[in-house]
């Protein structure tokens, strides 16, 4: 299993303003995820973020908009730039892990419920 | 990654069983199932997962059939505190899975 710890829990920001999420795992990952989920909405996979290399961006999001950072195997951050009241959503960390091939499952943070006003 | 296909909402009484069927009917060779539970603000939460046949754990039953081009939840006697998104998710668990969330069911279970 695995614990993660997301901060900050939820923020309030002014448009045209960053804000950096930071993700701490209890235990050492290879891969990060971080997801975003607007309000009703399923989760939407923004990238991959691996120890070492750069993040592997999903289709419509860009490195100069959710530049993330991974410095070792149980931290990384993701950071919202340049904000706008579109980016108001709930911004998740997960991680996965198993034993072998069954058993994998991905585990979450509570989220950081981000609002622009 | 496969496709899936879940109803947008389900309800149902307490005490009673819930089936959630989730299609996928593009389902490949190396492809596991994954059910995961998400209750309003917090992060979305491992249930059962499972290749072929039959899996149950304490929580849950997930219901495969041979061609695996659907999977079915089962959760027996469901309580007020049940109620939540089910996602059902299909993808390759080696080497590194991405997990994309589909559309999900949202179970309202009423007293």
């Known amino acids: 299993s695995a614990v993660i710890s997301q901060k900050p829990s939820r923020d309030i920001c002014q448009r045209g303003t960053s804000l950096t999420i930071q993700c701490q795992v209890d235990s050492q990952v290879t891969m990060m995820f971080w997801y975003r989920q607007q309000p009703g909405q399923s989760l939407t996979l923004i990238a991959t973020a691996n120890q070492g290399s750069e993040a592997t961006y999903e289709s419509g999001f860009v490195i100069d908009k959710f530049p993330i950072s991974r410095p070792n195997l149980t931290f990384s951050t993701l950071t919202v730039s340049n904000m706008s009241p579109e980016d108001s959503s709930i911004y998740l960390c997960?991680?996965?892990?198993?034993?072998?091939?069954?058993?994998?499952?991905?585990?979450f943070g509570q989220g950081t419920r981000l609002t622009v006003v | 990654l496969a496709k899936t296909t879940q109803p947008i909402s389900m309800d149902s009484y307490e005490g009673q069983e819930v089936n959630i069927t989730c299609s996928h009917n593009?389902?490949?060779?190396?492809?596991?199932i994954t059910w995961y539970q998400q209750f309003p603000s917090q992060g979305p939460r491992f249930i059962i997962q499972g290749y072929k046949t039959k899996v149950t754990n304490e929580v849950a039953s997930l219901f495969i059939p041979a061609d695996r081009k659907s999977s079915t939840l089962s959760l027996p006697r469901v309580s007020l505190s049940d109620t939540a998104v089910y996602y059902c998710l299909v993808g390759d668990i080696t080497g590194g899975f991405k997990t994309i969330f589909g559309a999900g069911t949202r179970l309202f279970v009423k007293a």
């Open positions: 997960s991680v996965e892990t198993g034993q072998g091939v069954e058993n994998t499952e991905a585990f």
């Open positions: 593009n389902i490949a060779t190396n492809d596991y």
